[in-house]
């Protein structure tokens, strides 16, 4: 059994910072690419960043040079540096990875961006 947790969410100032963190437990030999995606109130689930074992990552267009992404692969966590937050941002973000024969999702944290 494996198991994300979230957690970083909340509500934010349009041009602050926040930072997401999701911890993965259970029965783990390795995790393959570690990411990130949000799902916006009446909008499809998007990519947000992705993180490979090897530390390669790729950026949403909309959040490339704001976001950056990261892991520690002995804490099995990966995280979601987001600086200079826009309100077109709010969403719930979800993480998931990938561990070669399945991926998994997180629940999903709720972050909230006024202007």
């Known amino acids: 059994q494996v198991e994300l947790v979230e957690s970083g969410g909340g509500l934010v100032q349009s041009g602050g910072s926040l930072r997401l963190s999701c911890a993965a437990s259970g029965i783990i030999s390795s995790i393959n690419d570690m990411g990130w995606h949000r799902q916006a109130p009446g909008k499809q689930r998007e990519l947000v960043a992705t993180?490979?074992?090897?530390?390669?990552?790729n950026y949403a267009d909309s959040v490339k040079g704001r976001f950056s992404i990261s892991r520690d692969n002995v804490k099995k966590t990966v995280y979601l540096q987001m600086n200079s937050l826009k309100p077109e941002d709010t969403a719930v973000y979800y993480c998931n990875v990938d561990l070669g024969s399945q991926g998994y999702w997180g629940p999903g944290t709720q972050v909230t961006v006024s202007s």
């Open positions: 993180i490979t074992s090897r530390g390669f990552t």
